[in-house]
């Protein structure tokens, strides 16, 4: 699997940049001409993934978070949503649905398991004190593909 195309955005973690990342990385699918359901899969997964950025990584603190995106010459998309932020200590305990470390601000303690249920494969890799990347793959077109086989 060869890389065919890769961006790489870095942006404050401002709430509003939330919206900004899901626009960049609708324009970066575009061109593989995805589904009106795995463009809203990609957006919610990669909105998620910079909220947790934002919420919990950076919390009261200002820091960067990365959008890294790679689209493989399969159709695969894998986007990396990276901060430096404080990390997560124990990561399976964080992808436990309704786990929050800020129960108290009614955080729901869903992201993971959101991104989870809209990508194909999610991988979180952190360190406490340095940071959080959430790596989430995709197939584009997959859908299709099943259908066109099917239909054979």
Avoid at 63 to 88: K, P, S
């Amino acid at each position: 699997m060869a890389i065919s195309n890769e961006i790489r955005v870095d942006f404050p973690s401002l709430g509003e940049n939330e919206g900004f990342a899901r626009l960049v990385i609708s324009a970066f699918l575009l061109p593989l001409d995805p589904t009106v359901e795995e463009l809203a899969d990609v957006k919610t997964a990669v909105s998620e993934a910079v909220t947790n950025a934002i919420v919990h990584g950076y919390a009261q603190r200002r820091g960067t978070v990365r959008l890294h995106a790679f689209l493989y010459d399969d159709n695969t998309l894998r986007v990396d949503v990276i901060d430096n932020g404080c990390g997560i200590a124990d990561v399976e305990q964080a992808r436990k649905p309704f786990f929050s470390t800020m129960a108290a601000q009614e955080r729901s303690g869903m992201g993971f398991t959101i991104i989870e249920s809209f990508m194909d494969n999610t991988e979180v890799f952190s360190q406490p004190g340095k940071g959080t990347t959430v790596r989430m793959t995709k197939k584009i077109g997959a859908s299709a593909q099943l259908r066109d086989v099917h239909a054979l």
